[in-house]
């Protein structure tokens, strides 16, 4: 299963949204979904959208997860397991930020075999145009 996901946000913070893409490569066939936050941040919208794709998933799969966002891709792949181990707290002793979300996070990619992607935000990339575009729609959904 691919998995393509993009927040936005208006301000920050502000009014955000999320957005994910989910396709199966060998069907073609794909799920999109999004959400709006009236209050939020950049990197909980990320955050957001990979939750709410890892969600749809109802079965243990092999998911590749395509982000723009380093702070997503960096956090599953080289923060989580410290942060775990101090008691969910940084390399310097300050509480993790998004620790809710990202307790959510942990929790998701333990039912499935995850492997991070890093695309490269507005570069043409289709998926993650179609989810800039969908998340910017949702937090434009707000007044």
Known sequence: MRLFTDGACRGNP??????????????????????????????????????????????????????????????????????????????GGAPVKNQDLWIELDRLITEHNVHTHWVRGHSGHPENTRCDQLAVAASRSIR
Do not use: C
């Open 14 to 91: 502000g009014p955000g949204g999320w957005a994910f893409v989910l396709k199966h490569p060998a069907s073609g066939r794909e799920i999109e979904g999004s959400g709006a936050d009236p209050a939020t941040t950049n990197n909980r919208m990320e955050m957001m959208a990979v939750i709410r794709g890892l969600a749809v998933l109802r079965l243990p799969l092999q998911v590749d997860l395509y982000s723009d966002s380093q702070y997503v891709l960096k956090g599953l792949a080289q923060w989580l397991p410290g942060w775990k181990r101090r008691g969910w707290r940084t390399a």
